[in-house]
């Protein structure tokens, strides 16, 4: 640490990304100059000595000859300490002329580490100025912060939020109307139900039973892993159980079958988010009922993307941008492929054209990936 010629100690510098100066008056040292570099911090010597008579020396501020005693820098030599200080830089924050100990970042001058904390970026949640920042999108975070949990919704570190019992995290803000219960998501479900009948003008006579289910559970239901970069937000599923009565010749006499459908939803999501993933949903439902060839042996392409291009057209009706998005940018082959194939060859929302392709189309010739668009 240095001081000053009136004896003020200078302000701990610590090193940082960009070059820092600081200017050190010494008195009474021998006519030299001096650098010395500490951690990233340049110290430069600024002397007093004594003018020889004759020597003709005009200070490199006023112009004036020096006689006596004078001030010696690196840019020059100057009669007093006034002179001098003139040619001081500006403080880049506050205005004021700097003194002789400054601070320099990335070619900019500061009078104090206050005045240069008010150009540093700051943390979002703890507000400390940063040498070193994490940018995150558009969000500037110190790096504890950035390296702590993240909401599974925005991506985004937070400080006031929850931990889910699937170990999900999410932030306070994404977490505010979110849907947690089945009184609180059954008037959604009817609402998809809706917006579902009127892009395909057909409603199932039956409503699957409704489950809110966290990660945990789609992994035993399932019984598959999403692919890489990819979060289950709902499951269809349908079971047939079939009892057969015959009679004492071994005919049989009666077929009985039962239906058991389930939509299971991941809890946690906003209201959007849920008449989205319950539209891609029960388009499953109405692909069952209403088109029972599209079985097993159809890829998987066909059902997905089938489903996906009803729940983008729900988004478009209803103003749910940021989920239109995600289904037309989604980059897993049969999501994201088959919503683009059907798209291409219907335009949004013309169902009545793709119906008629699956009353005709040749399930069994389709190729295991949706072809390529033109």
């Given at each position: 640490?240095?001081?000053?010629?009136?004896?003020?100690?200078?302000?701990?510098?610590?090193?940082?990304?960009?070059?820092?100066?600081?200017?050190?008056?010494?008195?009474?040292l021998p006519l030299a100059t001096a650098a010395l570099r500490m951690g990233g911090v340049l110290a430069a010597a600024l002397v007093w000595s004594l003018a020889a008579a004759g020597e003709g020396m005009r200070c490199a501020s006023c112009g004036g000859e020096i006689?006596?005693?004078?001030?010696?820098?690196?840019?020059?030599?100057?009669?007093?300490?006034?002179?001098?200080?003139?040619?001081?830089?500006?403080?880049?924050?506050?205005?004021?002329?700097?003194?002789?100990?400054?601070?320099?970042?990335k070619g900019v001058a500061y009078c104090s580490r206050a005045c240069l904390e008010t150009r540093l970026p700051h943390c979002e949640l703890c507000g400390k100025a940063l040498e070193k920042s994490i940018v995150i999108g558009t969000h500037t975070f110190c790096e504890p912060h950035a390296a702590g949990p993240k909401c599974w919704k925005c991506q985004l570190p937070f400080a006031r939020g929850s931990k889910l019992k699937d170990g999900r995290h999410v932030c306070a803000a994404c977490d505010r109307g979110a849907l947690y219960n089945l009184a609180d998501a059954r008037p959604h479900l009817d609402q998809a139900r809706h917006e579902?009948?009127?892009?395909?003008?057909?409603?199932?006579?039956?409503?699957?039973?409704?489950?809110?289910?966290?990660?945990?559970?789609?992994?035993?239901?399932?019984?598959?892993?999403?692919?890489?970069?990819?979060?289950?937000?709902g499951l269809y599923r349908r079971e047939t159980e079939t009892t057969t009565e015959r009679n004492v010749f071994g005919r049989v006499r009666h077929r009985?079958?039962?239906?058991?459908?389930?939509?299971?939803?991941?809890?946690?999501?906003?209201?959007?988010?849920?008449?989205?993933?319950?539209?891609?949903?029960?388009?499953?439902?109405?692909?069952?009922?209403?088109?029972?060839?599209?079985?097993?042996?159809?890829?998987?392409?066909?059902?997905?993307?089938?489903?996906?291009?009803v729940s983008a057209a729900v988004c478009l009706l209803n103003g749910y941008y940021d989920e239109l998005k995600a289904i037309e940018d989604s980059p897993d082959p049969d999501y994201g492929g088959g919503y683009r194939f059907f798209k291409n060859k219907f335009s949004d929302g013309r169902w009545s054209s793709l119906a008629r392709w699956l009353d005709t189309a040749d399930l069994a010739a389709l190729p295991a990936r949706p072809p390529p668009l033109p």
């Open positions: 640490m240095s001081k000053d010629g009136n004896g003020r100690r200078a302000a701990p510098v610590g090193p940082t990304e960009s070059w820092m100066k600081r200017l050190c008056v010494m008195p009474r006689r006596g005693r004078y001030l010696h820098g690196e840019n020059g030599n100057y009669c007093s300490q006034a002179c001098f200080d003139k040619t001081l830089p500006a403080c880049a924050a506050c205005g004021r002329r700097c003194g002789g100990q400054h601070l320099v970042m579902v009948w009127r892009i395909t003008g057909f409603r199932s006579p039956t409503v699957p039973e409704l489950a809110l289910v966290g990660l945990d559970d789609f992994t035993r239901i399932s019984r598959s892993t999403p692919a890489a970069g990819m979060m289950q937000r009985h079958e039962e239906v058991t459908e389930t939509l299971y939803i991941l809890y946690g999501l906003a209201p959007h988010e849920f008449v989205a993933t319950a539209a891609h949903e029960l388009t499953h439902d109405l692909l069952a009922e209403k088109y029972p060839r599209l079985g097993e042996n159809t890829p998987a392409w066909v059902q997905e993307g089938i489903c996906q291009y």
